[in-house]
């Protein structure tokens, strides 16, 4: 079965960096579209970045952009999201998704599988 496993989530003093990892298994990883949402605690969900099948297309949260950057290595079946600058607004629990067909980025809906999550903590 499919399965999308994250790490690299922890604690981390503002302004710091963190770098989440994403291993897909189960499915033809590069038809898929990935992609990195958050969930803070009494929030709802919210998109952070994706990439198409490929990573040559890539989108953004405004509240994200400049400090993250998603990338894919479709030889390992691995999604990474590097996290710079962190700010304690940061802190969630951040998903791996993938979608396959035509996708609207930002809409959760879009993705046919999830991952566990990992916990970002950002300290002021």
């Known amino acids: 079965q499919v399965q999308l496993v994250e790490s690299g989530g922890g604690l981390v003093q503002a302004g710091g960096s963190l770098r989440l990892s994403c291993a897909a298994s189960?499915?033809?990883?590069?038809?898929?579209?990935m992609g990195w949402f958050r969930q803070a605690p009494g929030k709802e969900r919210e998109f952070v970045a994706a990439l198409n099948w490929s990573g040559d297309s890539t989108y953004y949260a405004d509240s994200v952009k400049g400090r993250f950057t998603i990338s894919r290595d479709n030889a390992k079946n691995t999604v990474l999201l590097q996290m710079n600058s962190l700010k304690p607004e940061d802190t969630a629990v951040y998903y791996c998704?993938?979608?396959?067909?035509?996708?609207?980025?930002?809409?959760?809906?879009?993705?046919?599988?999830w991952g566990q999550g990992t916990q970002v903590t950002v300290s002021s």
């Open positions: 189960g499915l033809t990883f590069s038809n898929y579209a």
């Open positions: 998704n993938a979608g396959g067909g035509p996708m609207d980025y930002p809409d959760e809906h879009e993705y046919d599988y």
